[in-house]
């Protein structure tokens, strides 16, 4: 039987693929536990593991919750699946290491939800996305309605979720919901291991430190912001990844992080 959700690593970088490519990569329950499990994994042993990249197989991303399960399911089975869909989305959003989205096809519903929990975007140029939600007499509920507004600004993103529309990847790349668009899948790939490759030459900590503030700082006014970006900076003082920074600096070569 295949696995709904792959996981590889190579070196430092983390590569996490949807796997029912039969079924667009549409979300049920045991694809939700597959993905909950390996970010749980990645949680629990984050030192070897410093970016992620997430995709799908196939031609979709993830075209969202798997409606054929959910006509066989019930109330309170359908409010479990929801659930542990925005637990296991919120869990991977709150990750340390940054993570980009390469959304190689359709992305709606809950995928384009799950891509809105990546700190970065990237797309194929034939790719449709949306939070198609209402269209089937439901809201988003793994966070779309909060995640995109923060995004993209509220008047934006109620016009995309409350007509149900489809979008390009150019529209998206418009609206500042992408970081860039790809013309292939290859490129696609290039794309984000590029991102991932700048983001490697940096100080580790300082990274998590940088992510961290940024995040939590955008929930919160400007002043609770400077305290938290105070705190994190604090955090970075006594690693030696800053003092190797500075020696690096003095010899004229390039640093050489170790995490610490």
């Known amino acids: 039987m295949n696995r709904p959700v792959l996981w590889e690593q190579h070196g430092p970088i983390g590569y996490i693929r949807l796997n029912r490519p039969e079924a667009l990569n549409a979300f049920n329950y045991d694809m939700l ?11 629990q042993n984050p030192r070897d593991i410093r970016v992620i990249i997430l995709s799908g197989e196939g031609r979709a991303f993830c075209s969202g919750a798997d409606l054929k399960e959910r006509r066989t399911l019930d109330d309170q089975q359908i409010r479990r699946n929801v659930m542990k869909t925005s637990e296991v989305f919120s869990t991977f959003e709150r990750l340390p290491q940054p993570t980009i989205a390469a959304i190689n096809g359709y992305a709606f519903g809950g995928g ?3 891509a809105l929990c990546c700190d970065f975007r990237y797309s194929i140029r034939e ?6 939600e209402v269209s089937l007499g439901i809201i988003p509920g793994a966070g779309g309605t909060q995640r995109l507004p923060r995004l993209i600004g509220p008047s934006k993103a109620k016009e995309l979720i409350l007509t149900a529309r489809k979008i390009s990847a150019d529209q998206a ?8 668009v790809a013309d292939d899948r290859e490129q696609l790939k290039e ?3 590029g991102l991932a490759a700048e983001i490697l030459a940096n100080a580790p900590l300082a990274v998590y430190q940088a992510k961290y503030a ?5 929930n919160t006014d400007l002043d609770m912001g400077m305290d938290l970006e105070f705190k994190a900076y604090e955090a970075t003082i006594a690693t030696k990844d800053r003092l190797e920074a500075l020696e690096a600096f003095r010899e004229k070569r390039s640093p050489r992080y170790t995490r610490e």
């Open 33 to 43: 536990v597959a993905l909950g499990e390996i970010v749980e994994t990645i949680e």
């Open 112 to 114: 384009m939800e799950l």
């Open 127 to 132: 790719a449709k996305m949306g939070l198609t």
């Open 173 to 180: 790349l418009g609206l500042g919901l992408l970081n860039g």
């Open 191 to 193: 794309m984000s291991e």
């Open 214 to 218: 940024i995040d939590k700082g955008m």
